[in-house]
């Protein structure tokens, strides 16, 4: 290996696919990937993959979400010789981080979109974010939330508390509702857009969120794990298990819970926003009233942002630093964290 940033890269799924185009496209005097792994199989070189091998092995998979077994990846990554190297997790596994935690003890930085090694037990994730790891894109794209943290040595001492819109997809919704559309009607809408998950109950589900308010939560310094993050989801738990097509007809059944408490909202002056929120040691999703004027009742569509309180209820605002979601946002925080954790301007 020479003197570049020499990348492993878990996944290709959207967010892996784009990684390594861009790196290909912009970053190739500077980063190597050096080995690139999906759920069924891995390339790798010690000298760097060449182009044209990684934009063969980037479009030949459909299956790039998840990664193949630990005990091959972590063989063939002991084969590497570990100077410069920064493994980043682009996968949607949940198995990724005995990976990552013999990545760092060779020596590696992390960098992570993956948000389900930071919301497994607490000891895990403190092992892998001591020392410093780039997550950024684990809490929302475009959105500088660790870096406010870092740089303003937050705690859960100094920000007892925090309420934020950490959903775009959501976000959309709720906006198409105080329009006058009904529930079922934008969640139609935001799906037909491709602004949710291929089935809209993965976000409509509060999970996501949770993950991200939890993340935020142990990165202040609170000692939660994921099943004491309290969840109400959007839609009514017998909606579940049934298939796609039925769960659109039979969400209609919700719409006038909707238009009552957007009515309710609008005679209070107030608006409805679901929020990740962190209070008296608890982590909370959940639909909420907020002022018309406050910092949440005053963002627009699919606009994310969070709201930390001090003890005396001065707020710290952190805002979306550019509008976006996806893969192409995704990367760039990826970019910047490895910047980063490298301390590297490539």
């Known amino acids: 290996m020479n003197n570049k940033i020499n990348l492993i890269i878990l996944g290709t799924g959207n967010v892996g696919k784009e990684l390594v185009n861009t790196i290909i496209k912009s970053y190739s005097n500077s980063v190597n990937i050096v080995l690139i792994s999906n759920s069924k199989t891995h390339i790798l070189s010690h000298e760097g993959l060449k182009s044209e091998t990684l934009e063969n092995f980037i479009s030949k998979t459909n299956l790039g979400t998840n990664i193949i077994s630990n005990d091959i990846i972590k063989e063939t990554i002991s084969k590497l010789n570990f100077t410069n190297v920064v493994a980043i997790d682009v996968s949607a596994s949940e198995q990724t981080t005995n990976i990552l935690l013999f990545i760092k003890q060779k020596g590696g930085k992390i960098v992570l979109a993956n948000k389900k090694p930071l919301v497994q037990k607490l000891s895990n994730f403190k092992n892998l974010t001591t020392p410093e790891i780039g997550a950024s894109a684990t809490v929302g794209t475009r959105i500088p939330i660790l870096q406010t943290i870092r740089s303003n040595n937050l705690t859960i001492e100094t920000v007892p508390e925090f309420s934020g819109c950490f959903s775009g997809s959501i976000g959309f919704i709720i906006e198409k509702m105080e329009q006058g559309m009904l529930f079922s009607e934008a969640i ?31 990165f202040l310094g609170a000692k939660l794990e994921m099943d004491d993050v309290e969840i109400k989801p959007l839609f009514p738990n017998k909606l579940k298990g049934i298939a796609l097509n039925n769960f ?70 952190v805002k979306a630093t550019e509008p976006g979601a996806g893969a192409k946002s995704t990367v760039k925080d990826i970019i910047n964290d490895i910047k980063f954790i490298t301390n590297q301007n490539i």
Do not use: W
Request: proline fraction near 2%; charge should be neutral; aromatic fraction near 8%.
């Open 248 to 317: 659109f007809e039979e969400i209609e059944e919700e719409n006038e819970k909707y238009v009552n408490l957007f009515a309710q909202a609008k005679s209070k002056g107030m608006k409805v926003r679901y929020t990740g929120s962190f209070k008296d040691n608890k982590c909370l999703v959940s639909l909420c009233l907020t002022e018309s004027n406050s910092y949440l009742g005053t963002i627009k569509g699919s606009e994310k942002i969070i709201v930390f309180k001090d003890r005396n209820q001065k707020e710290i605002v």
């Open 188 to 218: 139609f809408e935001a799906h037909k857009n491709g602004f949710t998950e291929p089935d809209p109950r993965d976000d409509l589900s509060g999970t996501d969120i949770g993950r991200k308010a939890l993340i935020v939560a142990r």
